[in-house]
């Protein structure tokens, strides 16, 4: 396997686990939502802050490594911010 390879592999598995986290911070919240609180909460409020400062922790780690680029890292938070609030939306719909 040549350099450049495992340099895209890393790349490609970095951003692949960012999602998939942010992916879980998404179903924790919906989760949360549908049966356990609603989106005024503190609880709330505070496993939803917690959760984004992990990733967005993760996610400027990975930037500093050089295995994801600043844009794309921005792009997954701000993909689950909008679905977050879409969510939070529908909640206070209901």
Known sequence: MLASEMIVNHHEKAYALLQADAEKILK????QMEN?????????????????FGLSREIEFAVRLGLIEV???KAILDK?????????EASIRK
């Open 36 to 52: 356990l609180t609603m989106p005024q909460c503190p609880l709330y409020e505070e496993v939803l802050d917690t959760q984004m």
């Open 28 to 31: 924790l919240i919906k989760v």
């Open 71 to 73: 844009k794309d890292g």
């Open 80 to 88: 689950l911010e909008r679905e977050l609030s879409a969510l939070h």
